[in-house]
């Protein structure tokens, strides 16, 4: 079936810290991938994406790279403010489907 | 800037009585969602549409009905409001081949007396 697995939280992680959010993917198609982040008391916004194998998507600090072979989208970032305290949602979009598929979200609260 | 825009950033509801949560986007997509979101369950899709007056059930339709009368309006209707409700409704649309980017609302939180 189509489905996006995250790794549970909360991360906590003190500032200045190295960040790794688990996402894998189920394998149909040639889907699109994405990162969204929601901050407290907002909707969800994209942080980044990436659209075909080996891509890499980037946005403030953050990475994430399209693997195919491990059906992977792992994001990361080498250092943490505070102020990426949010929860944060792996989803992947498969052409023909109106409908992406997310991850259930992973909440990262980072200490001063 | 891309804009989707809910009615209500808080509401609070009694047992029994009709809720209506109203979402407009102004970017002219084709696609609209609404979703409901739950502590440890994510993200669950109630309903979508795809153009004006269609719409398709999602995961979660049951006690939920949705309008869409015009392309950038999409309505969430509960009929008959319960306590199980109570939740976070976040709206959302998207380009037509759904590969691209959603847009969310910035969300309501509805809590059902």
């Known amino acids: 079936g189509n489905s996006v697995t995250q790794m549970e939280g909360p991360v906590t992680l003190s500032e200045e810290a190295f960040l790794t959010i688990n996402c894998t993917y189920t394998a149909t198609g040639y889907p699109s991938l994405f990162w969204y982040v929601q901050y407290p008391g907002e909707g969800l916004q994209l942080l980044l994406k990436a659209t075909k194998a080996d891509d890499k998507g980037s946005n403030k600090g953050f990475e994430a790279t399209y693997r195919k072979e491990t059906t992977s989208f792992h994001l990361e970032k080498g250092s943490v403010q505070v102020s990426d305290s949010a929860v944060y949602f792996c989803a992947r979009a498969v052409g023909g489907s109106y409908i992406p598929t997310f991850g259930r979200g992973t909440s990262l609260i980072v200490h001063p | 800037d891309v804009k989707v825009t809910q009615s209500s950033r808080y509401l609070v509801k009694r047992t029994g009585e009709k809720v209506f949560l109203e979402c407009v986007q102004d970017?002219?997509?084709?696609?609209m969602f609404w979703y409901r979101q739950d502590p440890g369950l994510g993200l669950r899709l109630i309903y979508f549409s795809y153009d004006v007056k269609m719409k398709e059930k999602g995961d979660i339709p049951e006690g939920y009905s949705v309008s869409r009368e015009k392309k950038e309006r999409f309505s969430l209707i509960l009929e008959s409001a319960s306590t199980n409700q109570t939740s976070m409704y976040l709206c959302?649309?998207?380009?037509?081949?759904?590969?691209?980017?959603?847009?969310f609302g910035p969300g309501t939180r509805l809590t059902v007396l």
């Open positions: 970017m002219d997509h084709e696609n």
């Open positions: 959302a649309s998207g380009e037509r081949e759904g590969l691209d980017t959603q847009y």
